[in-house]
């Protein structure tokens, strides 16, 4: 049984209206409870997921997961010095690295998880293009799939060329798929979701439901 406590997103949306390194301090004690509860959370997670995605090494573990909350100021105009959430990012790697991956998101009425590539590289997107066009049925029956479907509906669509990427005809059957520059997914949770006793389990089998196409993009740059 693990779930997001309350507690943990009533910290976060007070991080967000407080977010200075002298209120951090003050309350580093609801931080530390709030990091273990993520990691729990996570856990669970990566144990479920490894399921069904027998990629993720033994050795993955929340610690190699759970994102940083301190944010890299340096070169930002915003220089508030945490995240205004938490981030979970699992794939062979753990959090970070090339290739496609998960991607949990816990933040006060804006969770969700996601899942794909985002904004690959030169050399990566040019291959998951050439594996569209040369396995479009491979990757037509992930996104018609009625569960995956109903679950994420499509890709998303943020990224997006606004022509005709190079190589390709106009007239290509899937030239809307290839013109995009991530491929990624996406599915919305409502706090009280993930504060069901058995939450991490529901987020892992969202998860789940991507692996398909977590596959097909890592088979293409792998």
């Not at 069901?196 to 389990?201: E, F, G, Q, T």
């Amino acid at each position: 049984m693990t779930m997001i406590r309350k507690e943990t997103l009533a910290f976060v949306a007070r991080l967000i209206e407080n977010n200075d390194r002298v209120w951090f301090q003050e309350n580093k004690a609801e931080y530390e409870a709030a990091k273990q509860n993520i990691e729990d959370f996570a856990n669970t997670i990566i144990t479920e997921l490894r399921k069904t995605d027998t990629t993720i090494p033994e050795e993955i573990s929340a610690k190699k997961c759970v994102m940083r909350i301190y944010r890299d100021v340096r070169f930002s105009k915003d220089k508030s010095p945490y995240k205004n959430n938490f981030g979970i990012g699992i794939s062979t790697r753990g959090k970070g690295g090339e290739g496609a991956g998960y991607y949990v998101h816990i933040q006060p009425n804006q969770s969700f998880v996601a899942g794909g590539y985002w904004m690959p590289q030169g050399e990566h997107l040019k291959a998951i293009r050439q594996e569209i066009d040369y396995n479009t049925q491979d990757l037509l029956d992930i996104l018609e799939d009625k569960e995956f479907k109903s679950y994420f509906n499509s890709l998303d669509e943020q990224e997006k060329l606004k022509t005709v990427p190079k190589g390709y005809d106009a007239n290509h059957p899937q030239i809307e798929i290839l013109k995009l520059k991530s491929f990624t997914v996406t599915h919305s949770f409502i706090n009280n979701e993930l504060f069901h006793k058995d939450s991490a389990l529901a987020v892992a089998d969202g998860l789940k439901k991507m692996y398909p196409l977590i596959s097909f993009l890592n088979h293409a740059v792998l």
